[in-house]
């Protein structure tokens, strides 16, 4: 029997005190291996899927899932991985890139808000409104965008502010049935290096790559200051955070899908349960058609 993904040793505790340095992007349990880390991704996605029709039936809760990280720290190969073989009527994936004129002409809350799962449904977040207390924190010039009236956008508070508009949120989206699961995916410098050069390496994912990607990397102090920053006020009881060591994708991916089948089997899901009449019914039915000349 492998052993359990003990997923607590990867939730963000809030506090004063948090720091991001604390969480090695390459911790490894002891005596963890690739093999044995695949038997315990087969074991979860199994489970997601029959923990994903519960979900599906008893059309009470829906699972948000937030993915967050530096470029190259798996965010595409971990949606992949983990929700394959989930049943695609219940489960929707959106990426979040550059807002458009219509999603800049809203709250920085909205155009996410109108993708959240439906009940019964698995939303899965590439990215999301983190970014407006991330890229939007490293590049300030980007509120000007935003058309927030000047006396709001030159607010020494501003960010403070989203991350209470953030919390508030979260704990409102959870007090109505859609349970939040906040993912940071967490990559070395030096392994994003390695991976970014991989990319420039094989011509099939060349069109990964912009020349963007290195100008960011060059803030890469700053990303983790933001990330930090909204680490510590954000992490919630309601939306907890989850640091991933992501330098080994393969373990990345194997605690991700731990923490999601932990987060629907606290929910104790159930199928519906069918009246004695309508039981009486469908015997009826069952008798009927056994008695169907084939």
Same mark, same amino acid.
């Given at each position: ?13 809030? !506090?004063?005190?948090? !720091? ?16 044995? +880390? ?22 009470? #809760? ?14 595409? !190969?971990? %949606? ?34 109108? =993708? ?41 508070? %501003? ?8 919390? +508030?949120?979260? =704990? ?34 060349? #069109? ?32 907890? #955070? ?7 994708? #393969? ?6 899908? +731990? ?5 629907? !089997? ?19 039915? =069952?008798?009927?058609?056994? =008695?169907?000349?084939?």
């Amino acid at each position: 029997m492998p052993p359990i993904v003990d997923t607590s040793d990867y939730r963000a505790k809030a !506090s004063a005190r948090f !720091s991001l340095a604390s969480y090695a992007p390459d911790f490894l349990p002891s005596r963890m291996t690739k093999e044995v +880390a695949g038997k315990l991704l087969t074991q979860s996605r199994t489970q997601l899927r029959e923990l994903q029709e519960r979900l599906y039936a008893q059309d009470e #809760w829906s699972l948000l899932v937030i993915l967050q990280g530096m470029d190259g720290s798996g965010k595409d !190969s971990t %949606i992949e991985h983990v929700f394959s073989g989930l049943n695609p009527q219940g489960c929707e994936v959106y990426s979040f890139k550059i807002p458009s004129d219509e999603e800049l002409d809203h709250d920085f809350l909205w155009r996410t808000t109108v =993708r959240l799962p439906r009940r019964g449904h698995i939303g899965i977040f590439n990215r999301s409104y983190y970014e407006e207390v991330v890229v939007v924190h490293v590049h300030p010039e980007l509120l000007d965008a935003q058309r927030l009236p000047k006396e709001l956008a030159t607010r020494k508070t %501003i960010w403070h502010e989203r991350y209470e508009d953030i919390v +508030a949120h979260e =704990r409102h989206l959870t007090r109505n049935g859609t349970v939040v699961r906040k993912i940071f995916l967490n990559i070395s410098r030096d392994e994003q290096r390695r991976r970014m050069l991989k990319r420039l390496e094989e011509p099939e994912k060349l #069109w990964k790559f912009s020349a963007s990607d290195i100008e960011e990397r060059r803030l890469w102090d700053k990303y983790q200051e933001a990330y930090e920053s909204l680490l510590r006020a954000t992490s919630s009881d309601e939306a907890p #955070w989850f640091i991933v060591p992501a330098d080994r994708k #393969w373990w990345a991916r194997t605690v991700v899908a +731990a923490i999601l089948v932990d987060a629907l !089997s606290g929910l104790n899901l159930q199928f519906p349960t069918v009246a004695p009449s309508e039981q009486d019914a469908l015997g009826r039915i =069952r008798k009927a058609l056994e =008695r169907e000349q084939l």
